[in-house]
């Protein structure tokens, strides 16, 4: 296994370059830092990485986090690697200055997580709930809630969760029972949570459980859900620790990133569980979806990354790996010739072109979102942060699918090049496939993704996020088409553009019949459909930023590197983008074969 797990060359290509991360530090909330000093930081991450978080990656896999004596047993890298995120700003950098943080753009937070993701996906996650729990907490909850929990938080002592499902709600959130009744100055909460990530921990002074739950009287369905702030341990005003009721029933053992603990946990079991209310009674799920969205990027993030760390596995192996005699323009082999090495054969090349072209692509999408959400927040025009509002909104479940779903079908090839050892435990990739399995679902499912980007995020505004996502691509195009060797390209995406409106007119043709559930019931195959014309438009940028360098005889890569790009996106174009006119006809066609029939028909 060669320690290479990331291209930080293109990493930064992509971030610099194609997604441009200046025009969000000319913003005067990242004034503090420039591209100088992002290097540095990115660059001490790798090195962070190559020590502390690849060496064990495997190591975490063979000795899985597991339930004894009442506790969660972990690898001891956990803490020390908490620890280091404190003092390292792993946890604290996206944090405003006056909550304790560092302020960095969401694109370098992200950036500098792509690279531990890629190193060891089962640790980051550990950061990341910490992360989204205390931001949640800056955002919605009262002064007292943030001193007594922030800061420790941010320093890595303390853990942090999210808490939403339940065993008879699964992701149906509008039927949790999880139960708070006032209790003074607090709420008594009685209830229980399943596929809790990073829940309870040995090593961790203490856990803070973002929880939802309905306190008596509430309305029913998701309008009565509201948040509590519920620490696994209380603390004092002397600084002491005592135990709040919380108790770990289990962890769920996984096929995937073993190292990373999913709980069961069990809260009020004595009825001495209190937790405190974050914000108004009632509008808990608004507050969560703050940190939802976060996550959700977060999970696309960290499936491109497991995706990246495949690709270079394989690459690897095909560039030593020799096996059969490479295929000559007569069709004929010379039995006397040396075996080749198989990145000769064309079909691994494919594979490895594939794998190459889903991972940079998703890594660009990523950097996009966080974009996005950067300009929504720093931007000096207030109708330019609601156009980048909107445009995070309709990219959001787009971020979270497409790497999650085309990260496996990456990661299946890059186990295909390995032929029969990629099926065996002595080498890696068959790690990185059951590691990513779980992407798919963290979150909102890919089916729920898929129905809230064509039930909610395409409509919303009456169009105005699709509308704006529309100008923001056909903008791209009339930029390529001013290099002859991008305009073919250029062309193929405007007719995708122009086909996605011929999908939509026929599906909204349900809907505006109130015919919804025939209007979603092919709303994954939509979301490949959208996420297919997505990354064209990504990989388009990518190869006109690179074009431009050959042109201008940039030193900063090499040629190669450059003309590498352009090959991968010509190979998307060839491969991947005409898949979308199979789902076209799909989406299209009127019969509905998936509703309104007989049970029957699965007998």
């Not at 290479?4 to 441009?20: C, N, P, R, S, W």
């Not at 986090?65 to 020390?80: C, L, N, S, T």
């Not at 809260?267 to 979806?289: A, P, R, T």
Request: aromatic content about 10%; proline content about 3%.
């Amino acid at each position: 296994m060669a320690n290479q797990y990331v291209d930080l060359e293109t990493l930064k290509f992509l971030l610099f370059k194609v997604q441009g991360l200046q025009e969000v530090l000319n913003q005067s909330k990242y004034a503090d830092y420039d591209k100088d000093s992002i290097e540095l930081l990115l660059n001490s991450v790798k090195e962070f990485s190559d020590k502390e978080l690849f060496p064990y990656f495997r190591e975490m896999d063979e000795n899985p986090a597991h339930f004894k004596d009442g506790e969660i047993v972990v690898h001891p890298q956990v803490r020390k690697y908490m620890k280091a995120g404190g003092e390292m700003g792993f946890i604290s950098g996206g944090f405003p200055y006056e909550d304790g943080g560092m302020q960095l753009p969401s694109m370098v937070v992200n950036a500098s997580a792509f690279i531990q993701d890629a190193a060891n996906n089962h640790l980051p996650g550990y950061i990341g709930l910490t992360v989204g729990s205390a931001e949640l907490i800056t955002h919605f909850a009262n002064e007292e809630l943030n001193k007594t929990y922030v800061p420790k938080m941010l320093e890595g002592k303390w853990g942090g969760t999210m808490c939403l499902t339940e065993p008879q709600a699964g992701s149906s959130l509008s039927d949790i029972i999880t139960s708070a009744t006032p209790d003074g100055d607090a709420y008594k909460i009685h209830g229980q949570k399943i596929f809790i990530s990073g829940g309870d921990y040995e090593g961790a002074e203490n856990i803070v459980h973002l929880v939802l739950a309905r306190i008596k009287g509430a309305p029913a369905g998701t309008k009565g859900i509201s948040l509590f702030v519920v620490p696994k341990k209380r603390p004092s005003t002397d600084g002491s620790l005592t135990p709040n009721d919380v108790q770990t029933v289990a962890d769920f053992e996984k096929m995937g990133q073993r190292g990373y603990c999913t709980t069961h946990l069990f809260f009020g079991d004595k009825q001495d569980c209190k937790g405190w209310l974050v914000g108004e009674e009632n509008k808990g799920l608004k507050y969560m979806f703050l940190m939802m969205n976060g996550a959700r990027i977060a999970v696309g993030r960290g499936a491109a990354a497991i995706a990246t760390a495949a690709y270079q596995a394989s690459l690897n192996y095909a560039n030593e790996r020799a096996q059969g005699r490479k295929l000559t323009s007569t069709g004929k082999k010379d039995a006397n010739e040396e075996q080749t090495l198989i990145i000769n054969h064309p079909d691994v090349r494919r594979m490895l072109l594939l794998q190459k072209a889903v991972t940079e692509g998703s890594l660009s999408l990523v950097f996009l979102a966080a974009k996005y959400h950067d300009l929504s927040l720093s931007h000096a025009d207030t109708n330019e942060r609601e156009k980048y509002n909107l445009l995070l909104e309709i990219m959001t479940p787009v971020v979270k699918t497409y790497p999650s779903e085309m990260g496996r079908v990456a990661v299946d090839n890059g186990l295909q090049i390995l032929g029969g050892y990629g099926f065996c435990s002595d080498y890696v990739l068959q790690q990185y496939f059951r590691d990513i399995r779980i992407s798919a679902l963290y979150e909102g499912t890919t089916g729920i993704q898929s129905q809230d980007l064509l039930g909610r995020k395409i409509t919303m505004n009456n169009g105005k996020a699709l509308q704006l996502l529309s100008e923001e691509i056909t903008d791209s195009i009339k930029a390529s088409m001013a290099y002859k060797e991008l305009e073919p390209y250029a062309r193929k995406l405007g007719a995708k553009l122009e086909l996605t409106q011929e999908v939509l007119k026929s599906l909204m043709g349900y809907a505006m019949k109130g015919n919804y559930e025939r209007f979603l019931a092919d709303a994954t195959p939509f979301m490949e459909f959208f996420g297919n014309i997505v990354l064209g438009w990504v990989w388009l940028d990518i190869a006109r930023e690179a074009q431009h360098a050959l042109d201008n005889g940039s030193a900063k890569n090499s040629m190669d590197f450059y003309q590498n790009k352009i090959h991968t996106m010509r190979f998307y174009f060839k491969y991947e983008l005409p898949k979308t006119n199979g789902l076209a006809e799909i989406l299209m066609d009127e019969q509905a074969l998936t509703i309104g029939a007989n049970e029957k028909i699965f007998i």
